[in-house]
C-alpha cells in the first residue's frame, strides 16, 4: 500500500516545479494547518505542522474578534473584551441540514446573535478567519523557507469540510475562499493558487493510515469507521478499501454527526466544579480571577481529561487559585467523578460509532476491521478503552496519540493534495432518495382512499399523486440498473397544437419516505430536485383512444433513470413518426462530489 506516491506534474498545468501544498483544517471549535513539498517529479512529501506561537500549540481556537476599525483577529489572540464570534462554522449550512440535536443548540443561537452584533454574515466572518489564518501560514513558510521560495513556488491549498455537508454549505465554503485573500495574483510568471475541497474524514484517514502502514494494513474490501471526535463535533463515517497500491478508498456508510465533542466535556466538567465549590463553602466559579480560572482550565485539559483512563482511580487534587478572602482554594475529585463527566457525552459517542458498524456489516456481511480515533478527544485514553473492551476479538479499535492524532486532518489534506489520484473514490452511495409523483390503478386496502377518484378518460378508478421513488437515500449507486417508466397523459378531445407538462423530481432525506405525494408536502425533508418541463406532439399526431362516453388523445411516454459518473439523469422519451425522440432531461448529482 503506497499511499504517498503521485506525479506532481498533474497538480497545476503546465508547472513542472516543486509546489507548495498547504492543508487548512477549519474546525468548529479548534483549527489547524499544515504543509508540504510536492516534489518535482513525485515521491514522499513530508509534512510540516504549523505551530502557533508556542511550540506546543498546533491548533488555535476557531474564534475571531473585531477592533472598532473593522480590523480582525483570531485564536489565541482574538481580544475577550471585544464580541468574539464562536461556533461560525455550524452556521455554513442551512440550519435544515444540520442534525436535528445540533439546529437547536445553544451554541448555534449564541453564534447567530454575535454575528449579528457584528452586522455581518457567516461567509463573510468564515472569509475573515480563513485569511488571517492563511496569512499567519504563509508568514511561518517564509520563516521556515526563506521569501524567495515562497515568491517562486505555486500553492496548492486543501480546504477540509464535513463528509455530511451539503451542496449549498460546500457552496458557501468556496465563496468563503473567494473572499479571503487566499486566491490572491502570485508573482509574475508564477501559477495562480489551486484550491482543492476534502471531506474531513477522508483526509483524517489518509493522515493516519500513512502513519501507521508500517504496522497496519488494508487489504481490498476492508471497511473501516473513521471516527473524528472534535472539539465541538463528533463526527464518524465508514469506508470500504477499493484498491491497496495505490491506496484508495470509497464512502460506504453515510457520514453521521452529534454535539458531544470535548467543549460539551469542559462544560461539564465547570458544571461539577461550581457544584464542588458551593458545597464545600467557597465562592462561585465566575469570581475567581481570570488568570486563576485560566491555569484551572489547562490543568483539567492537560493533567486530568487528556490521560483519564480506567487504570488509575486515585483521587485528583483540583488547584483553582484563591479567593477574594485570600483563602487557597482545592478541591478534590475521585475517580468516579470525572467518569461521571465522560459519561454525559460517552454513551452519544457510542452510539454513533454503533450505528456506522451495523450498517456497515449490512452492507458487506462482515464487521470493519477497525475504528480509527481521531482528533483530539479521539486521544483520549478512557473513550479508547471503552472501545476497546466493547468490541475486543471483533473490530480492531486504533489511536494515534500526541500531535500526529490531533493534526491528522490538515496533514491528511497536504498528502491528499498530492496525490495523482485521489484516496477517496467518488462516493458511491446516494445521499437522498429521488423520485416523482405518479397516478396509478386504485387497490383498495393498499392507497389512501382520499387519493381515489374517478377518471373519465380512462373509465376507471385511479390513485392520484402516488410517489414513486426510483433511488432511496443509502443505495449503492454502482449496482443501480437504469429503469423506464412508462406514462401517459390523456389530452382533451378539443385540444389543438401541443402541451406542456411538467414533471417534478423530489428529493428526501429519508430512506423510507411515503409514498404519497400528500404527506410529503407537508415534510420538510422533502424538496424539489429538479422538474422535467415536457412538449407532446401535437394533438392530431397523438392515437385517440375512447374513454368514458368520448374519446381522448393519448400521449405516451417514458421516463428514464440511469447513472452516469455521480449523477442521476433522467430523460423523457416517446415514440413519435418512426422512431424515439428525447422530449427533457434533467439530472441530479446523487453523492454530492466536492471536488
Known amino acids: 500500500m503506497e499511499p504517498l506516491g503521485f506525479s506532481s506534474d498533474t497538480l497545476i498545468e503546465g508547472w513542472d516545479g516543486p509546489i507548495l501544498g498547504i492543508g487548512l483544517d477549519m474546525g468548529t471549535t479548534c483549527s489547524g494547518a499544515s504543509f508540504g513539498i510536492y516534489p518535482k517529479n513525485g515521491g514522499k512529501i513530508s509534512v510540516d505542522i504549523i505551530q502557533w506561537q508556542d511550540p506546543k500549540l498546533v491548533k488555535i481556537p476557531s474564534k475571531i474578534s473585531y477592533d472598532p476599525d473593522g480590523e480582525c483577529t483570531i485564536g ?12 461560525f462554522k455550524l452556521l455554513l449550512p442551512n440550519r435544515d441540514d444540520l442534525p436535528s440535536d445540533i439546529r437547536d443548540a445553544r451554541q448555534i443561537e449564541d453564534a447567530e446573535e454575535t454575528l449579528e452584533m457584528l452586522e455581518t454574515d457567516p461567509v463573510q466572518i468564515t472569509a475573515d478567519y480563513l485569511q488571517e489564518l492563511f ?16 515568491d517562486s513556488t505555486p500553492f496548492r491549498v486543501i480546504v477540509t469540510v464535513p463528509a ?35 471531506t474531513e474524514p477522508e483526509a483524517a484517514a489518509i493522515g493516519t493510515i500513512s502513519l501507521m502502514k508500517d504496522w497496519y494494513s488494508f487489504d481490498f474490501g476492508d471497511s473501516f469507521v473513521v471516527a473524528d471526535l472534535g472539539g465541538g463535533t463528533v463526527d464518524c463515517i465508514s469506508y470500504v478499501v477499493d484498491k491497496t497500491n495505490p491506496f484508495q478508498m470509497r464512502e460506504l456508510v453515510k457520514g453521521e454527526g452529534a454535539l458531544c465533542g470535548a467543549t460539551f466535556l469542559d462544560h461539564f466538567f465547570i458544571d461539577l466544579v461550581e457544584t464542588k465549590l458551593r458545597d464545600s463553602g467557597y465562592m462561585p466559579w465566575r469570581e475567581f480571577i481570570r488568570g486563576d480560572r485560566h491555569r484551572a482550565r489547562q490543568c483539567w485539559e492537560h493533567e486530568i481529561k487528556r490521560p483519564f483512563n480506567n487504570v488509575n482511580k486515585g483521587d485528583i487534587t483540583f488547584k483553582i487559585g484563591r479567593q477574594t478572602d485570600s483563602r487557597r482554594v482545592a478541591l478534590r475529585f475521585n475517580h468516579d467523578d470525572i467518569r461521571g463527566v465522560f459519561e454525559m457525552v460517552c454513551p452519544k459517542i457510542l452510539e454513533l ?3 456506522q458498524l451495523t450498517a456497515a456489516q ?8 477497525c475504528i480509527l480515533l481521531v482528533g483530539g478527544l479521539g486521544q483520549n485514553q478512557y473513550i479508547y478503552e471503552l472501545l476497546k473492551e466493547k468490541y475486543a476479538g471483533k473490530v480492531a479499535v486504533l489511536q494515534v496519540l500526541g500531535n500526529d492524532g490531533w493534526t491528522s486532518v490538515s496533514r491528511g489534506a497536504v498528502l491528499c493534495g498530492g496525490q495523482k489520484h485521489r484516496a477517496l473514490a467518488s462516493p458511491r452511495t446516494s445521499r437522498y432518495s429521488y423520485g416523482w409523483a405518479t397516478t396509478v390503478m386504485f387497490e383498495e386496502g393498499v392507497h389512501d382512499p382520499a387519493d381515489k377518484f374517478f377518471d373519465w378518460s380512462t373509465g376507471k378508478y385511479m390513485a392520484s399523486n402516488q410517489m414513486f421513488w426510483v433511488i432511496k437515500q443509502g443505495d449503492d449507486i454502482d449496482t443501480f440498473q437504469p429503469l423506464s417508466l412508462k406514462c401517459e397523459r390523456r389530452i382533451a378531445p378539443d385540444a389543438e397544437g401541443s402541451s406542456t407538462f411538467t414533471e417534478v423530481i423530489y428529493k428526501s432525506k429519508k430512506a423510507n419516505p411515503s409514498d404519497r405525494e400528500g404527506d410529503n408536502s ?10 422535467l418541463v415536457i412538449l407532446s406532439p401535437p394533438a392530431a399526431k397523438l392515437p385517440l383512444i375512447k374513454g368514458w362516453g368520448e374519446s381522448w388523445y393519448t400521449f405516451a411516454y417514458d421516463i428514464n433513470a440511469e447513472i452516469v459518473g455521480c449523477s442521476l439523469r433522467f430523460t423523457v422519451t416517446c415514440k413519435f413518426l418512426q422512431g424515439r425522440v428525447e422530449l427533457a432531461k434533467t439530472s441530479v448529482n446523487v453523492v454530492e462530489e466536492i471536488c
Not at 76 to 87: E, F, I
Not at 135 to 150: E, H, L, P, Q
Not at 172 to 183: G, P, R, W, Y
Request: aromatic share 6%; no cysteine.
Open 76 to 87: 489565541p489572540n482574538a481580544s475577550d473584551n471585544l464580541p468574539v464570534a464562536k461556533w
Open 135 to 150: 496569512r499567519y501560514v504563509i508568514d511561518s513558510i517564509r520563516k521556515a523557507g526563506g521569501n524567495t521560495f515562497v
Open 164 to 198: 455530511v455537508w451539503s451542496d449549498h454549505a460546500l457552496g458557501q465554503m468556496k465563496e468563503a475562499v473567494e473572499l479571503s485573500d487566499i486566491l490572491d495574483a502570485r508573482p509574475v510568471g508564477i501559477p495562480q493558487t489551486t484550491v482543492q475541497f476534502i
Open 353 to 355: 460509532i454503533q450505528r
Open 362 to 369: 449490512a452492507k458487506t456481511r462482515r464487521l470493519p476491521k
Open 522 to 531: 407537508i415534510d420538510e425533508d422533502v424538496t424539489e430536485a429538479a422538474s
